[in-house]
């Protein structure tokens, strides 16, 4: 059972170990609004989150529409609550989300049947902002691992929820990613003094460091320089830095 995790007040995280890896989401509470910032990967996962929300009116965030990070929405006991996320996280709900859950659904028969999609209600393009009362998350679009990535940021607590934008030992980059784009936003946010605290959904939390880390390891990916990985690299991570090698760019 996931239990929640108190990391500040009025910050809960989510902290789930799947088979492969481990995956975190985030409840922030204000006076008025709630904001569930990614349901992870099953509705279990979400049964001991609604009684943190204490009645506040419920926002639900998707980080964007990768399987662990928006199956578990009905777990919520979910009605008609707004699901902010960006355009293209509400394309992927017609595209490439229920394939994902059918090819699941059928090597793993009986574990996900629970399962099911809700779309986003409410999108954005580039930037949206979330008044919660006493404080705000905004989102901001920060594609490159998928289209529809996006970060969210509490500027009252210097706090950068990173999706997967940001990860440690380095993130997932698909061949066509847009790596400029990408490098660009997380040069912004890496020089950003107001970011104290940066929590990716895979991997350590850290401070801006962590940025720093990342964008060096995509600047060599870009830059097709050679890269010497971590050692002690699991399977997983060996295998996403096999891939990330073969990275060839938007027109490639
Ligand atoms: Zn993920």
Same mark, same amino acid.
């Given at each position: 059972?996931?239990?929640?995790?108190?990391?500040?007040?009025?910050?809960? +995280?989510?902290?789930? *170990?799947? @088979?492969?890896? =481990?995956?975190?989401?985030?409840?922030?509470?204000?006076?008025?609004? #709630?904001? $569930?910032?990614?349901?992870?990967?099953?509705?279990?996962?979400?049964?001991?989150?609604?009684?943190?929300?204490?009645?506040?009116?419920?926002?639900?965030?998707?980080?964007?529409?990768?399987?662990?990070?928006?199956?578990?929405?009905?777990? +919520?006991?979910?009605? *008609?609550? @707004?699901?902010? =996320?960006?355009?293209?996280?509400?394309?992927?709900?017609?595209?490439? #989300?229920? $394939?994902?859950?059918?090819?699941?659904?059928?090597?793993?028969?009986?574990?996900?049947?629970?399962?099911?999609?809700?779309?986003?209600?409410?999108?954005?393009?580039?930037?949206?902002?979330?008044?919660?009362?006493?404080?705000?998350?905004? +989102?901001?679009?920060?594609?490159?691992?998928?289209?529809?990535?996006?970060?969210?940021?509490?500027?009252?607590?210097?706090?950068?929820?990173?999706?997967?934008?940001?990860?440690?030992?380095?993130?997932?980059?698909?061949?066509?990613?847009?790596?400029?784009?990408?490098?660009?936003?997380?040069?912004?946010?890496?020089?950003?003094?107001?970011?104290?605290?940066?929590?990716?959904?895979?991997?350590?939390?850290?401070?801006?460091?962590?940025?720093?880390?990342?964008?060096?390891?995509?600047?060599?990916?870009?830059?097709?320089?050679?890269?010497?990985?971590?050692?002690?690299?699991?399977?997983?991570?060996?295998?996403?830095?096999?891939?990330?090698?073969?990275?060839?760019?938007?027109?490639?």
């Amino acid at each position: 059972m996931l239990n929640p995790k108190m990391f500040r007040p009025s910050l809960w +995280l989510t902290e789930l *170990e799947l @088979p492969e890896f =481990a995956v975190r989401g985030a409840v922030i509470i204000g006076q008025h609004r #709630a904001v $569930v910032w990614d349901t992870l990967s099953h509705p279990r996962d979400m049964a001991l989150v609604r009684p943190l929300l204490d009645n506040k009116e419920l926002i639900i965030v998707y980080s964007h529409a990768d399987w662990d990070h928006v199956w578990g929405t009905v777990g +919520l006991d979910y009605g *008609e609550e @707004p699901i902010v =996320a960006q355009a293209e996280c509400l394309a992927r709900f017609s595209t490439d #989300a229920p $394939v994902t859950l059918q090819k699941k659904q059928t090597t793993e028969p009986g574990v996900w049947d629970e399962v099911v999609l809700v779309t986003p209600t409410l999108t954005f393009q580039a930037e949206y902002a979330l008044d919660l009362g006493g404080v705000t998350l905004t +989102l901001q679009h920060l594609p490159g691992h998928t289209e529809d990535c996006i970060v969210g940021f509490i500027p009252e607590w210097g706090i950068l929820l990173a999706g997967d934008t940001i990860e440690t030992p380095f993130p997932i980059i698909p061949r066509d990613s847009p790596l400029d784009q990408w490098i660009m936003a997380l040069q912004k946010w890496a020089q950003d003094e107001r970011v104290q605290t940066v929590i990716p959904a895979h991997g350590p939390i850290a401070d801006r460091t962590l940025i720093e880390r990342n964008l060096a390891y995509l600047q060599a990916i870009r830059d097709h320089q050679a890269i010497q990985p971590p050692t002690n690299l699991d399977d997983f991570y060996q295998e996403t830095h096999d891939g990330n090698l073969q990275w060839r760019g938007p027109e490639g």
